[in-house]
């Protein structure tokens, strides 16, 4: 495939991660300045991964008591799922902190940026608890390539994957996003939760359970009883969200540009990448992230 240029939006190497230009002070301020309370909750994937996904399913089992997974007027219903958990990098950009010292605890926050640049008072110590989502990188290129489309119409798909091949797409290289990861949560089980999208799908009940435990919140024998997980799975599901009118219309605005709230609702499958890539930009693919991943213990 031709390589293009990807231009949509500027970007800053900064300690081996290109980071999004409009978001570099952001994410600087929020390394330095970012005070977590022990019961913070902070989400954080590679961009297309299941950032949204995971925002629906961790917010709908922590909120669970206040707001009943099943009710009517769940804010998940209302509110786009940006809306209710905070995104840091625009947080910081915009010198919003004040926003987060008035949130509730345990409070619940996203971010992208990689692990080595997350403030020191989350990695280390008793900190709070960070969940990392991550996902086949093939299809990660197509929805990002999706994505993008919408800010960039000219962009092709060559085009993204040559951007995640050379590392320089937002927050890249992935495979070191993912490894940071990956490596936190091997050293530091009880505060690092390291998920797959593919695994999400594949069993979300038991990843709902997984996620409410590890927050400290596990699911109690009445709530097992009244069907509580499943219905976070039902209210979280891709269809169930995809066809939400508060989903389907309006933007998100962010400081330097707006998104559709339907652009983070394509299909919300696994495997889509064998109808848009072809078998030699696959195998390309593939070959890179079992080099980078080779001996670490996880796989793409
Ligand atoms: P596709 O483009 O492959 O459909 P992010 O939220 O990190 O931007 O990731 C977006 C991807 O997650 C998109 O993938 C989107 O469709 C999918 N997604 C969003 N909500 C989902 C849900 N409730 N269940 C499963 N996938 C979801």
């Known amino acids: 495939p031709r390589k293009e240029k990807f231009i949509l939006i500027g970007r800053r190497l900064y300690k081996g991660f290109w980071l999004p230009e409009p978001y570099a002070l952001g994410i600087l301020a929020f390394q330095r300045r ?5 019961d913070d909750v902070v989400l954080t994937s590679y961009p297309k991964c299941g950032t949204t996904w995971l925002k629906t399913l961790v917010f709908a089992a922590m909120a669970r008591d206040a707001y009943p997974p099943a009710a009517a007027d769940h804010p998940l219903r209302r ?5 209710c958990i905070p995104f840091m990098e625009d947080i910081f950009t915009k010198r919003q902190e004040a926003k987060l010292d008035g949130l509730p605890s345990p409070r619940l926050v996203h971010t992208h940026t990689p692990y080595a640049l997350l403030p020191e008072t989350v990695t280390t110590g008793d900190g709070c608890k960070v969940v990392y989502i991550c996902r086949d990188p093939k299809d990660m290129v197509v929805s990002m390539y999706h994505y993008l489309r919408r800010l960039q119409p000219d962009l092709s798909l060559a085009g993204t994957f040559h951007s995640v091949l050379d590392g320089t797409v937002l ?15 091997i050293a530091r089980p009880d505060r690092v939760l390291f998920l797959k999208y593919e695994d999400l799908l594949r ?3 038991e990843h709902v359970r997984k996620l409410a435990e590890f927050m400290g919140r596990p699911f109690s024998g009445a709530e ?3 069907g509580t997980v499943e219905s976070v799975v039902e209210l979280c599901s891709f269809d169930k969200m995809k066809n939400l009118d508060v989903n389907k219309t309006g933007t998100i605005e962010r400081k330097y540009h707006s998104i559709a709230h339907d652009a983070f609702f394509r299909k919300g499958v696994t495997g889509d990448w064998v109808n848009h890539m072809s078998p030699e930009m696959a195998s390309r693919l593939d070959e890179i992230f079992r080099d980078k991943l080779r001996g670490t213990g996880l796989t793409a």
């Open 79 to 83: 509110l786009n799922p940006h809306a």
């Open 171 to 185: 927050y890249g290289p992935m495979w070191d996003h993912v490894l940071g990861y990956w490596h936190a949560s």
């Open 34 to 38: 970012f005070t977590p309370r022990p």
């Open 203 to 205: 069993n979300t009940g």
């Open 224 to 226: 097992e009883a009244a």
